[in-house]
């Protein structure tokens, strides 16, 4: 079964920037569309960028255009989400999800994603 693993998250003062990387265990990521999402304390967990196999096609919520950039290094098999400009309402637990195989395109739906990392926290605060 593949398992997702997040890094990255950290403690950032708000303007500041993150990066975020989730690998598996078992296998690349390429073949995979994946999501990330993020949940706050008291919130439902909400989504946040995908990346598609094929093109590939990217996604993101409103909240985060123009700020949020995913994308993926090939050499590794690892999906990346670039964080700028950080506000106070960006943080919370951030999870990255498999999707399908092959997919050409994505969806920031929870229930098109079979497989779950642990999530990694970002905190944003002065």
């Known amino acids: 079964q593949v398992q997702l693993v997040e890094s990255g998250g950290a403690l950032v003062q708000p303007g500041g920037s993150l990066r975020l990387s989730c690998g598996a265990n078992?296998?690349?990521?390429?073949?995979?569309?994946i999501g990330w999402f993020r949940q706050a304390p008291g919130k439902e967990r909400e989504g946040v960028a995908c990346i598609s196999v094929t093109a590939p096609n990217t996604f993101y919520v409103d909240s985060v255009k123009g700020r949020f950039t995913i994308s993926r290094d090939h050499t590794k098999g690892t999906v990346h989400l670039q964080m700028n400009n950080l506000q106070p309402e960006d943080a919370g637990i951030y999870y990255c999800a498999k999707g399908s195989i092959g997919a050409p395109y994505c969806a920031v739906v929870p229930g098109g994603y079979d497989a779950w990392g642990q999530g990694t926290q970002v905190t944003v605060s002065s």
């Open positions: 078992t296998t690349s990521l390429d073949y995979y569309s």
